[in-house]
Protein backbone atom coordinates (compact mmCIF):
# COMPACT_ATOMS: atom_id res chain seq x y z
CA UNK A 1 0.00 0.00 0.00
CA UNK A 2 1.33 3.43 -0.86
CA UNK A 3 0.32 5.46 2.21
CA UNK A 4 1.07 9.69 3.24
CA UNK A 5 2.43 9.99 6.72
CA UNK A 6 1.90 13.06 8.71
CA UNK A 7 4.67 13.82 11.65
CA UNK A 8 7.49 10.81 10.71
CA UNK A 9 9.54 13.06 12.72
CA UNK A 10 7.91 12.91 15.78
CA UNK A 11 8.93 10.06 18.51
CA UNK A 12 5.31 8.30 17.46
CA UNK A 13 5.43 8.79 13.90
CA UNK A 14 9.05 7.91 13.39
CA UNK A 15 8.36 4.38 15.01
CA UNK A 16 5.03 4.25 12.28
CA UNK A 17 7.33 4.89 9.68
CA UNK A 18 9.56 2.36 10.75
CA UNK A 19 6.56 -0.56 10.82
CA UNK A 20 5.65 0.55 7.78
CA UNK A 21 8.43 0.13 5.56
CA UNK A 22 9.05 -2.85 7.38
CA UNK A 23 6.01 -4.95 6.41
CA UNK A 24 7.06 -3.30 2.94
CA UNK A 25 4.52 -0.45 2.11
CA UNK A 26 5.51 2.45 0.24
CA UNK A 27 5.56 5.81 1.86
CA UNK A 28 5.56 9.48 1.57
CA UNK A 29 6.36 11.14 4.74
CA UNK A 30 5.76 15.24 4.49
CA UNK A 31 7.75 16.78 7.51
CA UNK A 32 8.89 20.28 8.65
CA UNK A 33 12.57 19.63 8.81
CA UNK A 34 14.24 16.88 6.18
CA UNK A 35 17.34 16.53 8.32
CA UNK A 36 15.37 15.40 11.70
CA UNK A 37 14.89 12.10 9.31
CA UNK A 38 16.87 9.47 10.97
CA UNK A 39 14.87 7.13 8.17
CA UNK A 40 16.12 6.51 4.96
CA UNK A 41 14.65 3.79 2.14
CA UNK A 42 14.12 3.36 -1.81
CA UNK A 43 10.02 3.08 -0.53
CA UNK A 44 10.11 6.44 1.25
CA UNK A 45 9.71 9.65 -0.70
CA UNK A 46 9.87 12.25 2.02
CA UNK A 47 8.41 15.79 1.19
CA UNK A 48 9.38 18.88 2.89
CA UNK A 49 6.89 21.46 3.85
CA UNK A 50 4.22 22.53 6.21
CA UNK A 51 1.10 20.22 6.36
CA UNK A 52 -0.62 23.59 5.82
CA UNK A 53 0.70 24.28 2.37
CA UNK A 54 -1.52 22.93 -0.19
CA UNK A 55 0.34 22.27 -3.30
CA UNK A 56 3.14 20.29 -1.26
CA UNK A 57 0.19 18.41 0.45
CA UNK A 58 -1.59 17.26 -2.75
CA UNK A 59 1.77 16.20 -4.35
CA UNK A 60 2.51 14.25 -1.32
CA UNK A 61 -0.93 12.67 -1.40
CA UNK A 62 -0.37 11.91 -5.14
CA UNK A 63 -1.00 7.94 -5.88
CA UNK A 64 -1.24 7.39 -1.88
CA UNK A 65 -4.27 4.96 -0.86
CA UNK A 66 -4.48 5.99 3.07
CA UNK A 67 -3.51 8.64 5.25
CA UNK A 68 -1.58 8.60 8.84
CA UNK A 69 -1.21 11.58 10.85
CA UNK A 70 0.99 11.01 13.81
CA UNK A 71 0.65 15.17 14.16
CA UNK A 72 0.28 16.62 17.45
CA UNK A 73 0.63 19.60 19.01
CA UNK A 74 4.35 19.70 20.59
CA UNK A 75 5.73 21.72 22.90
CA UNK A 76 9.50 22.95 23.34
CA UNK A 77 9.94 20.77 26.23
CA UNK A 78 7.81 17.95 28.21
CA UNK A 79 7.19 19.94 30.38
CA UNK A 80 3.40 20.31 30.58
CA UNK A 81 3.80 24.44 31.06
CA UNK A 82 6.68 24.47 28.66
CA UNK A 83 5.47 27.17 25.98
CA UNK A 84 4.10 25.36 22.60
CA UNK A 85 5.73 24.95 19.47
CA UNK A 86 2.91 24.71 16.91
CA UNK A 87 -0.44 26.29 16.28
CA UNK A 88 -2.55 25.82 18.78
CA UNK A 89 -5.03 24.86 16.23
CA UNK A 90 -2.26 22.47 14.09
CA UNK A 91 -4.11 19.35 14.05
CA UNK A 92 -7.20 20.86 13.25
CA UNK A 93 -6.40 23.37 10.37
CA UNK A 94 -4.16 20.19 8.70
CA UNK A 95 -7.20 17.70 8.92
CA UNK A 96 -9.57 20.29 7.01
CA UNK A 97 -6.78 20.47 4.63
CA UNK A 98 -6.27 16.81 4.38
CA UNK A 99 -10.47 15.87 4.59
CA UNK A 100 -10.48 18.42 1.68
CA UNK A 101 -7.37 17.05 -0.58
CA UNK A 102 -8.29 13.34 0.23
CA UNK A 103 -11.87 13.70 -2.04
CA UNK A 104 -9.25 15.35 -4.79
CA UNK A 105 -7.51 12.50 -4.76
CA UNK A 106 -9.75 9.44 -3.93
CA UNK A 107 -8.46 8.82 -0.95
CA UNK A 108 -11.21 7.23 1.73
CA UNK A 109 -8.94 6.13 4.59
CA UNK A 110 -7.76 7.99 7.05
CA UNK A 111 -6.04 7.45 10.81
CA UNK A 112 -4.98 9.43 13.19
CA UNK A 113 -3.29 9.65 16.56
CA UNK A 114 -5.38 11.45 19.25
CA UNK A 115 -5.46 10.92 22.85
CA UNK A 116 -7.09 8.86 25.70
CA UNK A 117 -9.49 11.90 27.44
CA UNK A 118 -10.42 13.87 24.14
CA UNK A 119 -13.94 13.88 23.98
CA UNK A 120 -16.54 11.50 25.63
CA UNK A 121 -13.51 9.81 27.64
CA UNK A 122 -12.29 12.52 29.28
CA UNK A 123 -15.20 11.44 31.53
CA UNK A 124 -13.18 7.96 32.32
CA UNK A 125 -9.57 9.95 32.96
CA UNK A 126 -8.29 9.88 36.92
CA UNK A 127 -9.07 13.06 38.33
CA UNK A 128 -5.08 13.99 38.75
CA UNK A 129 -4.91 13.70 34.96
CA UNK A 130 -7.80 16.21 34.39
CA UNK A 131 -6.43 18.34 36.55
CA UNK A 132 -3.20 18.51 34.43
CA UNK A 133 -4.73 19.12 31.14
CA UNK A 134 -6.89 21.70 32.83
CA UNK A 135 -4.18 23.65 34.01
CA UNK A 136 -1.76 23.51 32.04
CA UNK A 137 -0.13 23.77 27.72
CA UNK A 138 -1.29 20.03 27.51
CA UNK A 139 -4.81 21.21 27.55
CA UNK A 140 -4.40 22.68 23.63
CA UNK A 141 -3.34 19.70 22.11
CA UNK A 142 -6.57 18.05 24.29
CA UNK A 143 -8.84 20.63 22.71
CA UNK A 144 -7.56 20.13 19.22
CA UNK A 145 -7.59 16.35 18.94
CA UNK A 146 -11.33 17.19 20.00
CA UNK A 147 -11.85 19.22 17.17
CA UNK A 148 -10.03 17.42 14.75
CA UNK A 149 -12.07 14.23 15.54
CA UNK A 150 -15.18 16.15 15.76
CA UNK A 151 -13.87 17.24 11.55
CA UNK A 152 -13.61 13.65 11.21
CA UNK A 153 -17.03 12.59 12.05
CA UNK A 154 -18.65 14.94 9.65
CA UNK A 155 -16.92 14.13 6.99
CA UNK A 156 -17.58 11.21 4.63
CA UNK A 157 -14.29 9.78 5.08
CA UNK A 158 -13.34 6.09 6.36
CA UNK A 159 -11.48 7.45 9.06
CA UNK A 160 -10.11 5.84 12.55
CA UNK A 161 -9.06 7.72 16.05
CA UNK A 162 -6.52 5.90 17.84
CA UNK A 163 -6.83 6.77 21.49
CA UNK A 164 -3.41 6.04 23.18
CA UNK A 165 -3.34 6.38 27.60
CA UNK A 166 -0.29 8.02 28.44
CA UNK A 167 2.55 7.36 25.63
CA UNK A 168 6.08 6.02 27.25
CA UNK A 169 9.27 5.44 25.49
CA UNK A 170 9.40 1.61 25.95
CA UNK A 171 10.93 0.70 22.68
CA UNK A 172 10.07 -2.89 23.78
CA UNK A 173 5.95 -4.52 21.86
CA UNK A 174 3.56 -5.59 24.64
CA UNK A 175 -0.26 -6.95 23.75
CA UNK A 176 -2.18 -3.81 23.33
CA UNK A 177 -6.03 -3.76 24.80
CA UNK A 178 -8.28 -2.42 23.38
CA UNK A 179 -11.42 -0.46 24.59
CA UNK A 180 -15.02 0.87 23.23
CA UNK A 181 -17.00 2.70 25.62
CA UNK A 182 -14.53 2.57 28.45
CA UNK A 183 -14.58 -1.53 28.19
CA UNK A 184 -12.60 -2.78 29.27
CA UNK A 185 -11.53 -0.30 31.68
CA UNK A 186 -7.80 1.01 29.99
CA UNK A 187 -4.73 0.68 31.31
CA UNK A 188 -2.83 4.69 32.13
CA UNK A 189 0.07 3.54 30.35
CA UNK A 190 1.49 2.48 26.18
CA UNK A 191 4.34 2.38 24.70
CA UNK A 192 5.19 4.10 21.58
CA UNK A 193 6.07 1.03 20.01
CA UNK A 194 3.03 -0.97 20.67
CA UNK A 195 0.96 2.25 19.29
CA UNK A 196 3.12 1.75 16.24
CA UNK A 197 2.32 -1.38 15.13
CA UNK A 198 -1.08 -1.19 16.33
CA UNK A 199 -1.70 1.58 13.82
CA UNK A 200 -0.27 0.01 10.62
CA UNK A 201 -2.85 -3.44 11.59
CA UNK A 202 -5.68 -1.15 11.87
CA UNK A 203 -4.56 -0.10 8.53
CA UNK A 204 -3.86 -3.05 6.86
CA UNK A 205 -6.70 -5.20 8.68
CA UNK A 206 -9.00 -1.87 7.48
CA UNK A 207 -10.88 -2.80 11.08
CA UNK A 208 -12.31 0.43 13.49
CA UNK A 209 -13.76 2.69 10.28
CA UNK A 210 -15.43 5.99 11.77
CA UNK A 211 -14.38 4.57 15.54
CA UNK A 212 -12.20 5.84 18.17
CA UNK A 213 -10.67 2.93 20.36
CA UNK A 214 -8.82 3.35 23.03
CA UNK A 215 -5.28 1.43 23.79
CA UNK A 216 -3.26 0.77 26.50
CA UNK A 217 -1.12 -2.36 27.44
Given amino acids: MKVLLLGATGRTGELILEELLQRGHTVCALVRDENKMKVTSSALTVFE ?42 LSATIKKVISAASQHQIKRVIVISAWGVNETRAHIPWWFKWIIDHSNIRFAYQDHELQEQLLKKSDLNWTAIRPAGLTNSSSFRPVKVSINNSPKPSLLIGRKSVAKFTVNVLEQGIYIRQAPVISN
Avoid: H, V
Fill in 49 to 90: DSTLDEQTLNAAMQGCEAIISALNISRYRDFPWSALRTPKDF
